[in-house]
């Protein structure tokens, strides 16, 4: 009788892990962000893009399968400074009248360990596409989760900030992409 009841336990317990298993694909995007940070002049500056869109299909169980795609609306920064902004939509810099957006795109996410994994991608800006690798951590909650991640690029790379720009003792070329992204999640289709 003891080992029967096990086996239903064990039954139930393998039927309600394939019940939850979940691919996290609609982003909330009132609850995710895009910002940067930077160094001018040495001291530490941090912005933020805000509108841009993103889908996503990512179930832990199923990485060869994930995808994401982020693009972002350039002409939506927020430096912190109305001058600022209007200086870095022109022409030297991200010069949003003929590049309106950026993209990422992932070509392949691979796990690190825990929930710790990469993302693998090609980084559009300016017309100019160069690969990336983005770690990031994986937090869900049931139905809920959260892409947490953070990579740099050489914003030179890009051909971000033209002409006297080019001077990185004025802005760094490094800039960090840091990222927060909310989704929520249906039953897997079988």
Known sequence: MKSRLRIVLLGLALIGTTATAVEFKQVQA???????????????MEGKFAK?????????????????RIDIDLASIDTGSEEANDEVKAK???????????????????????????AMGKLTIKGKTLDVVAPFTFQANGTRASFDGVFAIKRLDYNIGEGVWTDV??????????????????PNKK
């Open 30 to 44: 009132n609850e995710s962000t895009v910002t940067f940070g930077y160094k001018q002049m040495g001291v530490p």
């Open 52 to 68: 841009f869109t993103a889908q996503t299909s990512f179930d832990p169980a199923k990485l060869s399968k994930a995808q994401a």
């Open 169 to 186: 003792s004025t802005v760094a070329n490094e800039i960090q992409i840091k990222f927060h992204i909310v989704l929520t999640a249906a």
């Open 92 to 118: 030297p810099w991200f010069n949003t009248q003929a590049f309106p957006s950026a993209g990422f795109v992932s070509t392949g996410v691979k796990t690190l360990g825990g929930n710790k994994y990469e």
